[in-house]
């Protein structure tokens, strides 16, 4: 079974906090995303990975950055939190030859 | 942009079919997926279809496609309380880049 973890379940950090949301799959995919999910408006992507040290916006990449330092391990980073960056985020992964995306648990994010 | 649309709510008995509706936009998509999320959880694949198909079986679910209306349906047999939760379906594009385009999910409501 393909697994994809994420770090937190979840995560309370105060506005202006630099913040780390890590992955991790066991699959030796190859592409890697995150997403976040907001109640209405479904999932957004916000980057993604095709390789080691690749990376692409997505949709919404404003007040995010990535870093795909191995293979198995995605980062999302908040530089500097901000209240509207509270949300759901979401991890996830697959193969670049199969068409199948696997997710994680998720990271409920709170910014006070 | 590209936009996938579903409404928000269902509600239906056990033991009834239920039918979750999906359209998107994007006359070129070749693969189209159905996710599912339980309370508390990350997103669960269920199935996908490829643009040169129809219909697609797999046990209690169904789905339909109808690439002149751009319209995916859904359908779960027989009904169970287990499956409660919020569907989502997801768009895949025309080429196998992995990035998804979601709609808002629908929540479905199994009454005993």
């Known amino acids: 079974d393909v697994k994809v973890t994420q770090s937190s379940r979840y995560l309370v950090k105060r506005t202006g906090e630099k913040v780390f949301l890590e992955c991790v799959q066991d699959?030796?995919?190859?592409?890697m995303f995150w997403y976040r999910q907001d109640p209405g408006l479904g999932l957004r992507l916000i980057y993604f990975?095709?390789?080691?040290?690749?990376?692409e916006k997505g949709d919404i990449p404003e007040g995010y950055s990535v870093s795909r330092e191995k293979k198995e391990r995605f980062s999302l980073i908040l530089e500097s939190a901000s209240t509207n960056q509270t949300s759901m985020y979401l991890c996830?992964?697959?193969?670049?030859?199969?068409?199948?995306?696997?997710f994680g648990p998720g990271t409920r994010l709170t910014v006070t | 942009g590209e936009d996938v649309e579903q409404s928000l709510f269902l509600s239906v008995r056990e033991g009834d079919s239920s039918v979750i509706n999906c359209t998107y936009t994007d006359s070129s998509s070749t693969y189209l997926y159905w996710y599912k999320q339980e309370p508390g959880a990350g997103l669960q694949l269920l199935t996908y279809i490829f643009s040169n198909m129809d219909m697609k079986q797999d046990q209690r679910l169904t789905v339909l496609l109808n690439k002149k209306d751009k319209h995916l349906s859904l359908r779960i047999a027989d009904t169970q309380t287990g499956d409660s939760a919020i569907y989502f379906c997801a768009d895949g594009g025309s080429g196998n880049t992995g990035k998804l385009i979601f709609g808002q999910g629908t929540t479905l409501q199994v009454k005993p």
């Open positions: 996830a992964s697959r193969s670049g030859t199969t068409y199948e995306q696997y």
């Open positions: 990975s095709y390789d080691v040290k690749m990376k």
């Open positions: 699959m030796d995919h190859e592409n």
